[in-house]
């Protein structure tokens, strides 16, 4: 049992990594696309978060009181990715709403259909 | 968008200082509890943003123009990098912020200050801008399709 | 969370996704404090279920709010999904068990950032001190990221009287045609 729970974390992550690029890969709407790719970048946040926490501890937050104290070093280097993602999914968004300008769709395969024609 | 809803408009109105306000706490008190310029940056833009969909873009623009917001993006990274810059002017490597006081300690929480501030324009700058964006976009698109439907009409 | 990725995935309508789509951000930042990581819960939460479920929705405004049905059986992304998850969960056995503090991932440097943060940064939450001070190359990246990326939006989106006029020309010539 403890050791079911104490993989768990990953499984988790696992399937969310798992979940984000079957969207990616079979579905062919753009919007879609993006939102799963969000999902696969959250399972990164997860599979960095979750080995920097240590059992008892506290958010790294330097307080007197408190003598054991999760990894910062992982909340840093998500902290700044969630921000970044958001820039670039803004970005993709801007080429999905430029394709629909230019195509009048936003699935993959009439997108390519048209481009055959 | 809804511009028509009483109770929106109002708890909006009531809502934004206190988001605002929010947002500056977050950015000063990071170094003492959770929080800095990526999370001050998001939420002070979600005020704006806020304000726009309820009272429709143009009068957020009115409050943040598009001209301040694109000259924003460029100057907190111009913040971040000349501190970077302003450290090796000062005999330390690039990055370094403790010359910037007369004890290393201090050095340090000025830069770290500075460092955030930068931080918190170019984030907050370039979330607002692509709202802007977007958000002209969609009404422009509305009024294409008016304009489109009148034309339909009269053809 | 597993729940609504699983609704993710089967939901068609796209308005659905989005909000399916916020509601997982919220999770994840419930998760995220449970994990002692509360300054990136407060990320999470403000651009995950603020940001982002607000771009989503303008840009359904702009396009469409369907999804078109699958045109065929996705059989080869499901076969190597499964395949890189197996190799995925295969990985995890040999993974350091979770939450103990002597794992190799928390002896690098972390330790030397808990106990010297504070002295030498006067600043007791040492994510800040870390993001500002001993990483502040890696941040200055991510703000270039974050500024490449605002640029390429207004470039994307805000040329529009040029083109709007380019796509007249080109309707007409294809009527000539």
Request: one cysteine or more.
């Amino acid at each position: 049992m403890t050791v079911f729970l104490a993989d768990l974390n990953y499984w988790v992550t696992i399937f969310l990594m798992i979940g984000g690029l079957y969207i990616i890969a079979a579905h062919g709407n753009m919007i879609k696309k993006l939102v799963g790719l969000s999902i696969f970048q959250t399972s990164v946040y997860l599979l960095f978060l979750s080995p920097g926490k240590v059992l008892g501890g506290t958010a790294p937050i330097i307080a007197p009181g408190f003598e054991v104290y999760s990894n910062p070093l992982p909340h840093v280097l998500i902290l700044t990715a969630i921000v970044v993602g958001v820039a670039t999914i803004a970005l993709g968004l801007a080429l999905v709403v430029r394709i629909h300008e230019a195509y009048g769709t936003i699935e993959d395969d009439e997108v390519q259909e048209m481009e055959a024609d | 968008m809804m511009r028509d809803t009483v109770i929106l408009r109002v708890v909006v109105k009531l809502l934004l200082p206190a988001i605002l306000i929010f947002a500056l706490y977050v950015q000063f008190h990071g170094e003492y509890g959770p929080g800095g310029g990526f999370q001050a940056g998001v939420a002070a833009a979600a005020a704006i943003i806020l304000y726009g969909m309820i009272f429709g873009i143009d009068e957020a623009q009115k409050v943040v123009p598009r001209r301040i917001v694109n000259t924003m993006i460029p100057l907190g990274v111009l913040i971040f990098a000349g501190t970077g810059v302003a450290s090796m002017f000062l005999g330390e490597n690039y990055l370094n912020y403790s010359p910037f006081a007369s004890k290393p300690v201090n050095g340090q929480h000025v830069g770290i200050l500075v460092v955030e501030a930068g931080v918190f324009i170019t984030v907050a700058s370039t979330m607002l801008a692509i709202f802007y964006v977007f958000g002209g976009r969609a009404d422009e698109a509305d009024q294409r399709a008016d304009e489109a439907g009148k034309k339909g009409g009269e053809g | 969370m597993v729940v609504v990725v699983i609704g993710i995935i089967r939901a068609h309508n796209l308005f659905a996704v989005v909000m399916l789509g916020g509601i997982y951000s919220f999770l994840l930042a419930t998760v995220m404090v449970i994990l002692d990581a509360v300054d990136v819960a407060m990320t999470e939460a403000a651009v995950g279920a603020g940001m982002s479920t607000v771009l989503l929705l303008a840009v359904l405004h702009l396009t469409r709010a369907r999804e078109a049905p699958l045109r065929h059986a996705p059989a080869i992304p499901l076969l190597v999904c499964l395949l890189t998850g197996g190799a995925l969960v295969y990985g995890t056995l040999d993974l350091p068990p979770f939450g103990k503090a002597d794992n190799p991932q928390n002896q690098h440097v972390a330790p030397y950032y808990l106990e010297n943060a504070e002295a030498e940064t006067k600043s007791p939450n040492v994510v800040t001190a870390v993001l500002a001070s001993y990483r502040g190359y890696d941040t200055l990246g991510e703000v270039a990221v974050i500024f490449t990326a605002g640029i390429g939006v207004l470039i994307l989106l805000s040329r529009r009287r040029r083109r709007e006029m380019i796509v007249e020309d080109e309707g007409g010539s294809k009527h000539d045609a």
